[in-house]
């Protein structure tokens, strides 16, 4: 009788404890600490198992960005724009070891794969930069019309500016974080806001100021006859 071949199902509950597993993994190890061995060990599938559902570290890696993200866009479906940079601020800038946050936090390896230069060809890192650039996009649709009209008479450009505002502060944050500061995320986050609202209420005012100014009206132009006629 021929010996019979080991059999490895692809399952919604496999894959999910998979990615369980490298997202664990990774906020302590990051990247390249993380290894598809320990992923099976941490999973406890075995590693064959592993790799019949992703072929690889980088194809395993993008799709836990894409398991991230689907659970991003259903936490802050629905928030308000201070809702919004409030959550991203202390969630995505929270510390690794911080597990309440761990789905957020993962947003940091992202971080850290886009700063390597020279993993410029890797999966995980290009897929990456898609999803920021869609959490971009994502996050305007979503806040854009929360703006005031006299806001964007002012500067119909805002919304894009305060969402890339908000991305800068959070990303600036975790770096500084990184490089050991002492950062009151929660603190810091409600300073943000009241920051946003300031800048929102300064061109709202604008705005107001400019649309209540009265429109004087051109003179009319002299033609050579008028010139004449004078």
Not at 49 to 61: G, M, P, R, T
Not at 76 to 104: E, F, K, M, N, Y
Not at 171 to 194: C, K, R
Request: one cysteine or more; aromatic letters at 8%.
């Amino acid at each position: 009788m021929a010996k019979r071949k080991n059999v490895h199902y692809t399952t919604p509950e496999n894959e999910k404890a998979i990615l369980d597993a490298v997202m664990e993994l990774a906020l302590d190890a990051g990247y390249e600490g993380t290894t598809m061995a320990e992923v099976s060990r941490v999973s406890g599938l075995p590693i064959g198992s592993v790799y019949w559902h992703f072929e690889n570290k980088e194809k395993l890696f993008a799709a836990l960005l894409d398991y991230c993200f689907e659970q991003w866009r259903e936490t802050v479906a629905g928030q308000t724009q201070q809702q919004l940079l409030r959550t991203s601020i202390a969630g995505s800038s929270a510390p690794a070891s911080d597990r309440g946050h761990v789905r957020d936090t993962f947003w940091i390896i992202g971080l850290i794969l886009a700063l390597e230069k020279r993993l410029s060809d890797n999966e995980a890192r290009k897929r990456y930069l898609e999803i920021r650039a869609q959490m971009y996009e994502t996050a305007l649709g979503q806040v854009g019309g929360q703006f005031p009209p006299e806001a964007l008479e002012a500067d119909p450009e805002l919304p894009r500016k305060i969402v890339a505002f908000g991305r800068a502060l959070i990303e600036g944050l975790y770096i500084s974080a990184a490089a050991g500061d002492d950062v009151d995320f929660d603190q810091l986050a409600e300073l943000s806001t009241l920051a946003v609202d300031l800048l929102t209420e300064h061109y709202a005012k604008l705005g107001a100021e400019t649309t209540a100014k009265p429109q004087q009206k051109p003179k009319p132009k002299q033609t050579p006859a008028d010139s004449e006629e004078s």
